[in-house]
Structure formats: structure tokens, C-alpha cells
């Protein structure tokens, strides 16, 4: 993330629908599966609003993230325990320390997701849980995911594979923000009849279409609740630190090259 970037998000988190509904989806599973009190890891804390907001409801948190500058984001808002860190390093907690660790829209980031992924396995308690969201669909990869620094987009099929790879199992693996990807699709198709250098700005919304948006994640929340939402710009999941964990998480991982990966 560049650091224009977080700045950014240190001034939308709080109100931008994107955030606020990604944060209510992830808080509610928090509560779900894994209940307060108990110890949070997040790895790519950003601007650490969601720390904030896990803090309130009763956890003890901690974060890791690779930018100094967002470590000391989290620090000025109060927070102890956030640190610099490469997250595909063996992270600095005591194994099976952590109730439960949450990476949301992070290991797209990463040349190897499934270290990233075995490292917080180590991390976490039995029966721990993970919380992840990450970009939806390789064929919407563009101009957004390369300013963004994305090396890849996902399947449902996908993040299964590097989370079994990791030693989880699923307990929820969903699609989310259905609502806009007709929109998305509308955008994409434009920006390849006309490409232009993109921004990793987020698209700024009005006051009504921002309430809007929230209203329809919402929505898209309580159907969750129910049943699997089988389409939409992210992909969603709860994993389970599984039983036989320890057995494969020290095996080498094969190192594939971005444009390798991209065909994936």
C-alpha cells in the first residue's frame, strides 16, 4: 500500500460503505465464531480502525503490518501491542497463542499466501479461527489491482486450496458485495475499450448513494446469514485451525512467479 494510500483510509474508514460493511461483516463473525473476550492477531492493519473496533468488543488485540507508517497509525490511536513486520516471516507471538486472527484483503498482497497462512496457523490456538476476504474472479484483474500491488484475485476454489495447503479447514466460505458488481463489470469493460494509468483511489459515492450501499450490505448480510451469496467482488471465509495442522505446515511451498500465478 503506498502511503498516500493510507492516508486515505485513515479518513474513510469510519463512514465509506466499503469499509464500514466489510468491517459489520467481519465483527459479526467475530461474535459468531469465535466470541469475546479473547486475544486477535490482525495482519495488515492499515489505518488499524478495525483493531478499534475489535477492541471494543472486548478483545485483546494485535497487529502486524509492513508499513511503519501504519504501525504508528495504530500507536497514535492507542494501541500497544502493532508492530513492523513481514507477514511471510514467522510472526513474533508465542505459538498457539492467538484466539483467533483476521487478514482481511492482505494475501493477494503476497508472492506466497500460504506461508502467510501457515504462519498464523502456527500462531493459533486448536480450533482457532481465521478470518479472511480477499479480491473475487482473476478475470476482473486490471489497472486497480496493479496500483493496488494485487498479485492475484481469487475463486472460492482457489482460497480453498491455499487454506487446506495451510492446515485449515472451512466453516464458511462465501462470496461478498454482490450489489456492486454489475457495476464493476460495467467499469471494467470501459476501462478496456479506454485504458488509462489508474489510482488506487477508492471512487468517492455521495451521501445517499453511500447510505445506499451500506443499506444493501446489510441486506446481503442477513441473506449470509441463511444462505452462501454464489457471486460478488470479494470472497469471504472462516477457517478452522485443523486438528492435523502441525503435519504438513513446515513443508516447502513451491514458489510460483506472478504471471504463473495470474493464469491460475
Not at 501457515?118 to 482457532?128: C, E, H, M, S, Y
Not at 450501499?213 to 470472497?235: H, K
Amino acid at each position: 500500500m503506498e502511503v498516500a494510500h493510507l492516508h486515505e483510509l485513515s479518513e474513510l474508514e469510519q463512514t465509506y460503505w466499503w469499509h464500514v460493511a466489510k468491517r459489520d461483516l467481519v465483527t459479526n463473525w467475530l461474535q459468531q465464531y469465535s466470541s469475546p473476550p479473547g486475544f486477535i492477531i490482525e495482519g495488515g492493519i492499515g489505518s488499524a480502525g478495525n483493531l478499534l473496533a475489535f477492541q471494543e468488543l472486548g478483545y485483546e488485540v494485535a497487529g502486524l503490518d509492513i508499513m511503519p507508517e501504519a504501525v504508528e497509525y495504530g500507536r497514535q490511536r492507542g494501541l500497544s501491542q502493532v508492530q513492523v513486520h513481514d507477514l511471510e516471516q514467522p510472526w513474533p507471538f508465542a505459538e498457539e497463542s492467538a484466539d483467533a486472527i483476521v487478514l482481511l484483503d492482505v494475501i493477494e498482497h503476497v508472492p506466497n499466501p500460504v506461508q502467510v497462512l501457515q504462519n498464523a496457523v502456527r500462531t493459533l490456538k486448536p480450533d482457532g479461527k481465521i478470518f479472511l476476504t480477499v479480491p473475487a474472479y482473476q478475470w476482473l484483474y486490471g489497472d486497480w489491482d496493479e496500483a493496488l500491488g494485487h498479485y492475484r484475485r481469487y475463486t472460492t476454489r482457489r482460497l480453498q486450496q491455499q487454506t487446506v495447503a495451510a492446515g485449515l479447514k472451512t466453516i464458511k466460505l462465501t462470496h461478498w458485495n454482490s450489489f456492486t458488481l454489475p457495476a464493476a463489470l460495467g467499469m471494467r469493460s470501459w476501462q478496456k475499450m479506454c485504458p488509462l494509468k489508474r489510482s488506487a483511489e477508492f471512487p468517492r459515492v455521495s451521501a445517499i448513494t453511500n447510505r445506499m450501499l451500506i443499506g444493501c450490505a446489510q441486506i446481503e448480510r442477513a441473506v449470509n446469514q441463511f444462505l452462501n451469496v454464489p457471486c460478488g467482488l470479494s470472497v469471504a471465509g472462516v477457517f478452522e485451525k485443523s486438528h492435523d495442522s502441525n503435519s504438513g505446515v513446515n513443508a516447502p511451498l513451491p514458489q510460483l512467479p506472478r504471471e504463473v500465478e495470474a493464469e491460475q
